[in-house]
C-alpha cells in the first residue's frame, strides 16, 4: 500500500516559553488502554541547559503546580504529585508492569521539576509533558476507568517525591516507545552528549507487532517530499548507522540526510530503517518507535516482567543516575 506523503508543515505556538526546545511532531504519546490504543509515539522531551538552579524555593512536598490547557486555553493549578498521575497515565499504558509504571513516574516528575525550575507553569503538551485529566481519562478507558486509575496512583504514589540526578543535578530523562534493541547515544540523535543518555541493550519486546512496520513510497512521492526530480532506485543507499542502529546518514538523489532527516520528513516511526527497491518505488521498514535516546518505554516493560524493579531499570537506561527525594523546586 502506497502512503501519500502530506507537506503541509505543523506550526507550533511557542507560548511565551523560554529556553531550547527540541519538537518531534511525527506524534505524540497519549496513550489509551493496552491492546485498544495507538501506539506510544516519538516523545521528544524538551532538553533544558544543564545549569544549577538554585535561588527561589517553592514551599515544600505537597505544593502545587499550574498547568497550561492547551484545549481550552487555560491555566489549571492542582497538586503536583496529582498532575504526575494524569502526566503517567498519558505517557504509558495503564496494563504495563508496576514497576515500568514507577519508572515513568520518576521520569515524569523529575522532566516537570525540571521545567519548574525554568518556567512557572507546564504545557500539556508534547512540548512540555502530556496531561490527561479524570474526564478526558474516563473518555479513553471508559469501565475501565477505576482500576487503571487505583494502578497509575499506585505508581505515583509509591514513588512520591523520588527523582533522578547526575552528579546532583536532576537529569533530562527522555524516554521513547520502543528501540531497535538498542538505544541511542544521545549525541547521535541530538545536539549534545549526555554522561546518562548512553546507548544500552533494551530488548524483550522484538514480537510485538509493531515492532516492525513497513511503508512504501513512489519515487515520485519521495521526489515531492525531499525536493529532488533525480530521485531514483540506484540514488538511494544508506552509507552507515549509529551506535544504536539508526540510520546516521543515507544518500538520496543529489543530497545527504541522517535518518532522523528521513524519518521527519516521510513520517517514519523511527531512524532505524532498512531499505528495498521494487519498480518505481523504496520500502522503508522501520524497528521500534520513537528517537531512541533514554529510557525504552516497552523495554522497561520487558525488564519489570523479568523481575527488575523500578529502580534496576531506571540505572539501566540513565547511565550512573542517583535516585532521590526532591521535595522542592530551586528556580532560577
Partial sequence: MKKKINLTTNVKIALGLTGAFLITLVMIPVLFVWGTSSEIDDKLLLTIDETHASSETAETDDFDVTVYRASTSEFETMEFERYIIGVVAAEMPALFELDALRAQAIAARTYALRILAHEDYILDTVMHQVFLDDDQLKERWGSHFDLHFAT?????????????????????????????????????????????????????????????????????????????????????????????????????????????????????????????????????????????????????NALAREGYTYEEILQHFYQNVTLVEKNRINRE
Fill in 152 to 300: 497509575i496512583e499506585e505508581a505515583v504514589t509509591s514513588t512520591k517525591g523520588i527523582v533522578l540526578t547526575y552528579q546532583g543535578e536532576l537529569i533530562t530523562p527522555m524516554f521513547f516507545a520502543m528501540s531497535s534493541g538498542v538505544t541511542e547515544n544521545s549525541e547521535d540523535v541530538f545536539a549534545g552528549a549526555r554522561p546518562y543518555l548512553r546507548s544500552v541493550i533494551s530488548t524483550g519486546y522484538e514480537n510485538h507487532a509493531n515492532f516492525s512496520v513497513s511503508e512504501s513510497f513512489t519515487l515520485e512521492e519521495l521526489s515531492a517530499a525531499f525536493e529532488d526530480a533525480g530521485i531514483t532506485t540506484d540514488t538511494i543507499e544508506i552509507l552507515s548507522h549509529s551506535e544504536g542502529g539508526n540510520v546516521s546518514e543515507i544518500a538520496i538523489g543529489t543530497h545527504l540526510y541522517t535518518g532522523r532527516d528521513v524519518r521527519e520528513i516521510l513520517g517514519l516511526r523511527s531512524a532505524a530503517f532498512s531499505i528495498t527497491s521494487f519498480e518505481g518505488g523504496v520500502t522503508f521498514t522501520t524497528y521500534g518507535h520513537g528517537h531512541g535516546v533514554g529510557m525504552s518505554q516497552h523495554g522497561a
